[in-house]
């Protein structure tokens, strides 16, 4: 089954714009959860992680957001630029990775 | 340094025959993944090693699936007998080995089957 859930499943922003990215996890077991950014024809690599002890990471344009009782967590890409055009994965980590669906971003110039 | 890196790039395959995809992973990097990613999907686990041992193939889709990893390196994913709902992208990842050490992947192999 699919362990964490991610939404919109698209966006499109204009350059200086805030992206908003949302995901939801059930086991409470995980405990690092990365973001991974994805070009066509790319593998994915990693952008950012947090862990839970921590309510909001920086770094950069992209800061998380996670909300441990809730179990989400969100990225937020402040200042888009067309060059973050790109698929973004959120995942939960337990030594492998379960991904979300995914979410492409276009930024529009 | 050199990043993970994967061959062939792409490969199509009649139905019905067998594939091999390499993985070379970093240098050092005690633990290698690999992930089937189908189009317009997130990545999904198939198989870990560490070292040489394989620790976790429960994500293999059927015994058509085989992965080894013989001499603690470089990891070869073999197909048997590909089906049409074989046709993905097939990435590699490695890592430092501890369990959240980032997992650095490679650019995969898109397999098409005919």
């Known amino acids: 089954q699919q362990q964490v859930k991610q939404s919109p499943q698209s966006l499109i922003v204009q350059k200086g714009g805030i992206s908003i990215i949302n995901c939801a996890y059930e086991?409470?077991?995980?405990?690092?959860f990365p973001w991974y950014q994805q070009f066509p024809g790319k593998g994915p690599a990693l952008l950012i992680a947090?862990?839970?002890?921590?309510s909001e990471k920086k770094e950069g344009r992209f800061t998380i957001s996670f909300n441990k009782s809730a179990k989400q967590f969100s990225l937020h890409i402040m200042d888009s630029q067309p060059g973050d055009s790109a698929t973004y994965f959120c995942?939960?980590?337990?030594?492998?990775?379960?991904f979300g669906a995914g979410t492409t971003v276009t930024v529009r110039a | 340094g050199a990043g993970v890196s994967q061959s062939p790039r792409y490969k199509v395959a009649k139905r019905g025959q067998d594939v091999a995809l390499r993985c070379d992973p970093i240098?050092?990097?005690?633990?290698l993944f690999w992930y089937q990613q189908a189009l317009g999907q997130g990545p999904e686990f198939l198989t870990y090693?560490?070292?040489?041992?394989?620790?976790?193939k429960s994500g293999l889709p059927s015994d058509r699936f085989f992965a080894e990893r013989p001499e603690g390196s470089v990891s070869t994913l073999k197909i048997q007998r590909t089906q049409q709902e074989d046709s993905a992208v097939y990435l590699c990842a490695s890592s430092l080995g501890d369990k959240n050490n980032e997992q650095f992947f490679g650019p995969g192999t898109r397999l098409t089957v005919l």
């Open positions: 240098s050092g990097h005690v633990s």
């Open positions: 947090i862990r839970p002890d921590v």
């Open positions: 086991n409470t077991a995980f405990d690092y």
């Open positions: 090693f560490q070292n040489e041992a394989q620790l976790d």
């Open positions: 995942a939960v980590n337990d030594y492998k990775l379960s």
